[in-house]
């Protein structure tokens, strides 16, 4: 069974552009979560969508956007970007809300 | 606001030496999840710990969970250079809309 996807792998962007990364999940699986890890740090949560619903917004700026479309894939889009936003942005499904979560590759973001 | 710590952020160990990584949380959970990361790369499930006392092995690592003491281990027994690597705990708190809390993480280097 295919894991989670994400497109693209890598991107730059300039400052001030937007971006919209996309996110699949593992089939079956209906929530959909992004994270943003900055080098040297931990994943920081961003969003959490289930049966796209919004369920959970981290401490981001309304910069930072979501959705989930009907077939439970997820977009996330940053708009205004800032040389800050450059990091590695995660995505994870699981079955549930609160059930177990399994990370996609994954997105380098760099802004210059 | 859920934090999650872990200590050391840094370690190197010899090929062969045990040691424990832990991670201390500030509220009331009993699901907490154990993660390798390796360079450039996404997130991978080691352990998930769901109840008070929970322990559960996989090869050279052990993880364990006291939600009493808001802590969980992560023991390398006899470390191999395969584990070098970055090692997270993740927090899911029991209520409220904060969702999956990282600790900082621990840079593990076993040296041959």
């Known amino acids: 069974d295919a894991g989670v996807t994400q497109s693209p792998t890598h991107l730059i962007k300039t400052r001030g552009q937007h971006v919209t990364l996309r996110c699949s999940p593992i089939?079956?699986?209906?929530?959909v979560s992004w994270y943003q890890q900055v080098l040297g740090q931990g994943p920081q949560f961003i969003f959490q969508?289930?049966?796209?619903?919004?369920?959970g917004r981290g401490n981001f700026p309304d910069r930072f956007s979501a959705r989930q479309f009907p077939n439970y894939s997820s977009e996330l889009n940053v708009n205004a970007l800032l040389l800050g936003d450059s990091a590695l942005y995660l995505c994870?499904?699981?079955?549930?809300?609160?059930?177990?979560?399994?990370f996609g590759p994954g997105t380098r973001l760099t802004v210059t | 606001e859920l934090k999650v710590e872990q200590n050391p952020l840094f370690l190197s160990m010899q090929e062969g030496k045990n040691y424990t990584i832990y991670c201390n949380y500030s509220?009331?959970?009993?699901?907490l999840y154990w993660y390798r990361q390796d360079p450039g790369k996404s997130l991978e499930s080691l352990f998930v710990?769901?109840?008070?006392?929970a322990v559960k092995q996989e090869g050279r690592l052990m993880a364990s969970l006291d939600t009493k003491a808001r802590l969980s281990t992560l023991h390398i027994t006899a470390a191999v250079h395969d584990l070098s690597a970055t090692y997270f705990c993740a927090v899911d708190p029991a209520l409220g809309n904060e969702k999956l809390t990282f600790g900082t993480g621990t840079r593990l280097t076993i040296i041959p």
């Open positions: 969508y289930y049966e796209k619903e919004e369920r």
């Open positions: 710990l769901l109840s008070n006392g």
């Open positions: 089939s079956g699986h209906k929530s």
């Open positions: 509220t009331t959970s009993d699901r």
């Open positions: 994870a499904s699981s079955y549930r809300d609160r059930y177990e979560e399994y």
